[in-house]
């Protein structure tokens, strides 16, 4: 090889080797920017409102007893003609007023025995459920329901299924707002967290919206409730 070659060997290997420095210095710095860019920060944003209930379902257990069956039917009849008629003059719609048949147990047919210490033999139960959007004035009927215990009926409120419920239907209407508020309470924290790390917070990374829940306030005020959501958003953060 002569002098020439050699020369344009060096040169070339010398060019190689300063190109492949500056790649790996830009690469460097590239990984470095990178990984700061990576940098992040997870936060959670509350949103809560007290609403009230818009819809009530309230049903009315009672019951009677007696030995003979066609007088206990004429007189379920009776008490829940009077219920019904106590709701309506109370400010209850009657097309809100729904009256189911009455159920009578023979405690003769019974197979476990001791039917004949009863007193009465047939006993009846018979339920008439309220589902109203005028939720204040059922609740102002409740207080007003012992009128009729007076006059001889006798309610129950032993089983489960017989607990006023009440249901909020205007969620849909309210989740834009909730969520709008949540995230703004999360880029806060966000914020915050940046500001004591000497940070600054940026773009959201990413979010998700928790589920929205309905409870009652409290045991007090079932008829108010409590919706509740959580998001949860990361963002980047920058020095």
């Known amino acids: 090889m002569n002098a020439l070659n050699i020369r344009s060997a060096w040169v070339l290997g010398l060019t190689l080797a300063l190109g492949l420095s500056v790649l790996g210095y830009q690469l460097a710095g590239a990984a470095i920017k990178v990984k700061q860019y990576e940098r992040s920060v997870t936060v959670k944003g509350l949103a809560e409102r007290d609403v009230m209930a818009d819809i009530v379902l309230w049903p009315i257990d009672f ?25 309506i003059k109370n400010g209850v719609a009657p097309e809100d007023i ?26 009846a139960t018979q339920t008439i459920t309220l ?21 001889g009926i006798v309610f129950t409120s032993d089983n489960y299924q017989s ?28 914020e915050k967290f940046a500001k004591d790390s000497e940070s600054k917070l940026g773009k959201i990374k990413k979010a998700s919206q928790g589920q929205f829940s309905v409870r009652a306030r409290d045991r007090s005020n079932p008829h108010i409730k409590k919706v509740r959501v959580v998001s949860t958003v990361e963002y980047y953060l920058s020095d």
């Open 131 to 151: 589902y109203s959007e005028n939720v204040e004035a059922v609740r102002a009927v409740m207080g007003q329901l012992s009128e009729l215990g007076k006059q």
């Open 63 to 87: 019951a009677a007893a007696g030995n003979q069956l066609e007088e206990l039917y004429e007189r379920m009849d009776s008490y829940a003609g009077k219920i019904k008629a106590f709701l």
């Open 163 to 190: 607990e006023t419920e009440y249901i909020y239907t205007g969620l849909n209407q309210i989740k834009p707002e909730m969520i709008e508020e949540a995230t703004r309470n999360a880029r806060e924290v966000g």
């Open 98 to 123: 729904t009256v189911a048949s009455p159920s009578i147990t023979d405690k003769l047919a019974q197979q476990w025995g001791g039917a004949e210490k009863a007193e009465f033999r047939y006993t």
